[in-house]
């Protein structure tokens, strides 16, 4: 899944909005853990993600980091 959006939309909490309504669905089938790839200067999803109890971020390789965030704030699922 990407996620973008023209420049007009940014700004607007339409990300987060997504992200919440991703997340919760995923949850309503059992995913237990939203992983997601970025690069590292897109400062608007690192605020979003930060937002979200338990994510972790890990660096991939120069640029380029992989975050993760439980669907449900109060689990603390196992990493595999």
Same mark, same amino acid.
Not at 14 to 24: F, N, Q, R, V, Y
Not at 60 to 80: A, D
């Given at each position: 899944?990407a996620?973008s *959006?023209?420049d007009s939309?940014q700004?607007q909490g339409?990300?987060?909005?997504?992200?919440?309504?991703? +997340?919760?669905r995923?949850?309503?089938?059992?995913?237990?853990?939203i992983?997601?790839v970025? +690069?590292?200067?897109n400062?608007?999803?690192r605020k979003?993600v930060?937002k979200?109890?338990?994510?972790?971020?890990?660096l *991939? &390789?120069?640029?380029? &980091? &992989?975050?993760?965030?439980?669907? +449900?704030?109060? +689990?603390?699922?196992?990493?595999?």
């Open positions: 899944i996620i *959006l023209i939309y700004g339409i990300g987060g909005l997504l992200i919440e309504d991703l +997340s919760k995923a949850q309503g089938v059992g995913i237990q853990i992983r997601g970025m +690069s590292t200067d400062t608007r999803i979003i930060q979200r109890p338990g994510h972790h971020w890990h *991939l &390789e120069p640029g380029i &980091e &992989e975050f993760t965030f439980p669907t +449900s704030p109060g +689990s603390r699922p196992r990493q595999v």
